[in-house]
Each structure stands twice: as structure tokens, then as C-alpha cells.
């Protein structure tokens, strides 16, 4: 899908800065990929939940953006998988859809504190907005790898049907009881064309957390909320948990940039730490 993109920089193909390989791609479609990238030596540890940093050379300066990694720990060798929304006018997206995969890259991290409670065995309620999906996608992975997967409710919304990004992963563990996980994405946009098909819920995801508290019984006592995404869907989802009797320590989140601050060109998995 490279020839789609054709960004007027020129990106260097050597420099210096550059410590880490495009190694692998897999787009879900025109506008939505997975990116494995891998440090030239040994891999660097992270926790679930953190994220990398990556990118290129243009005219002289380092063009990049930090990326929550969907991928396990235990994998980094292999490379870090990133979920990535191709932004149009993006500063950097355009470039990373313009790589081939070989492409040598700058990878820097891991930074974060959106990372697991330790030992929590209570219900993870997972809520994330497009591709804030990917750090629970990290931690289920990690924790399903070690033999102590917890019980987790998973909602990710999105405009189309075809953006839902891991669920083949999720509906799979849901369906085999591989991974204890309730998969609900949800559509905010139900009468498109492209959504006729669709038929599991619809409306913004922070519109469906108290709905989905009530049917299954998730309160303070028994759950804690992990919120990854767009700042004024953490806003408002985290408003809900709270008028729910949720405690503040109760709800962790992590926004794609501060609220009233989205960066010009912002590619869609920016993560700022905010807890």
C-alpha cells in the first residue's frame, strides 16, 4: 500500500539516528496498518501498556511521533508492533506509509505510565476510542503469555465497522475462552453505507459505559477502568465512572495529546500520560 502515499519530504535513507528496521506491515485497509519495527541490537524491555517513539529523517531533522505498543514484552526481538491511523496532512504518518518495509528508522522509549496494576484481580474494564486499542491489546497479550490472564471487558469505538482494529484477536479469545474477555465495539456512525451490516451497538463508547456497568454488574467493588484514546472521550467516559461511584485511583487513563492542545497533523496515537 506504499504507492498510495507519495509525501513531497524526502526521507533519508541512511542517517546516523537511525537504530531500528521497518521489518514487517500489515495494513487492515488504505488508511489503517500494523507496523513491526526492530531495534538493530538487543531489544529494550518495556511494560505493557508503554509506548515507543519512531521516526525518519527529512531535510535534515528527525520527523517522529510516539506510539502506543500493542505487541507483548516477551516478543520485542521479534520488533514492536505499533496500530497506526494514516492522518491526511499529517507530519508524519504520510512518511510512514511511504516506507518500505527494510527501511531503516530512529526507535527510542520505552516512556509511559499507563501500565497494569500489579497483582489486581479485579474486572479490567478496557474502554478506547479508534486506535487507543492497542495498549490493552499489549497487556492482554502479556498476561495471557505468563498464564494469568484477568477478566477483562474490552469496548473500542469507532466511526466505521472496518476500523474495529484487533478484532479478529479479540472475538477469537472470546469466543474459545482462550482469554477471559466481553469483546463490545461499538459505531458512531450507524447510518453510513459502509455500516449497513452492522449490528452490534452503536453511539460514541463513552456512551455505552453505563449501559454496559449496568447489564454486567461492573461497580467500584469489582472493577477497575483503564481509558485510552481521544481526550474528550476519556473526559467524558471518566465523568461517567466517577458519577458511578468509581474512586479516582479506580480509573487510569492515558490521552492521545492534552485536552485543547491536539498538535497540528496529530497522527492518531499520540499518547500523553496523564494520571
Known amino acids: 500500500m506504499t504507492g498510495l502515499v507519495t509525501p513531497l519530504r524526502v526521507i533519508a535513507p541512511e542517517a546516523p539516528q537511525y537504530n531500528a528496521t521497518l521489518v514487517d506491515r500489515q495494513d487492515q485497509h488504505e488508511s ?4 513491526w519495527i526492530r531495534f538493530h ?11 515507543m517513539t519512531i521516526g525518519v529523517m527529512v531535510d535534515g531533522r528527525i520527523v517522529q511521533r510516539p506510539y502506543s505498543v500493542a505487541s507483548a514484552p516477551r516478543d520485542a526481538g521479534k520488533g514492536y508492533e505499533l496500530y497506526v491511523r494514516l492522518v491526511e496532512g499529517g507530519q508524519f504518518t504520510p512518511l510512514l506509509w511511504a516506507l518500505p518495509v527494510g527501511h531503516r528508522m530512529r526507535m527510542i522509549g520505552p516512556k509511559g505510565k499507563f501500565t497494569l496494576e500489579p497483582d489486581d484481580d479485579r474486572i479490567h474494564l478496557f474502554i478506547s476510542s479508534g486506535t487507543g486499542n492497542a495498549p490493552f491489546v499489549a497487556m492482554m497479550r502479556e498476561l495471557l503469555a505468563a498464564g494469568a490472564p484477568r477478566r477483562a471487558v474490552f469496548l473500542n469505538g469507532c466511526s466505521y465497522e472496518r476500523d474495529v482494529g484487533y478484532r479478529a484477536l479479540l472475538e477469537g479469545w472470546e469466543r474459545s ?4 474477555v466481553t469483546f463490545i465495539p461499538t459505531v458512531s456512525r450507524p447510518a453510513d453505507p459502509s455500516n449497513a451490516g452492522w449490528t452490534g451497538r452503536t453511539g460514541r463508547v463513552e456512551s455505552i459505559v453505563a449501559p454496559v456497568c449496568e447489564e454486567l454488574g461492573l461497580d467500584s467493588s469489582n472493577t477497575i477502568a483503564y481509558l485510552c484514546g481521544n481526550p474528550d472521550m476519556i473526559l467524558s467516559a471518566e465523568e461517567t465512572l466517577l458519577g458511578l461511584g468509581f474512586s479516582e485511583a479506580s480509573v487510569k487513563k492515558e ?10 497533523g496529530a497522527a492518531a496515537g ?6
Open 270 to 275: 499520540t499518547v500523553t500520560s496523564d494520571q
Open 41 to 51: 541490537g538487543d531489544p529494550t524491555p518495556f511494560e505493557p501498556g508503554q509506548y
Open 32 to 35: 489503517l496498518a500494523y507496523f
Open 255 to 264: 490521552l492521545y495529546w492534552p485536552k485543547g492542545k491536539e498538535p497540528k
Open 177 to 180: 475462552g482462550e482469554y477471559p
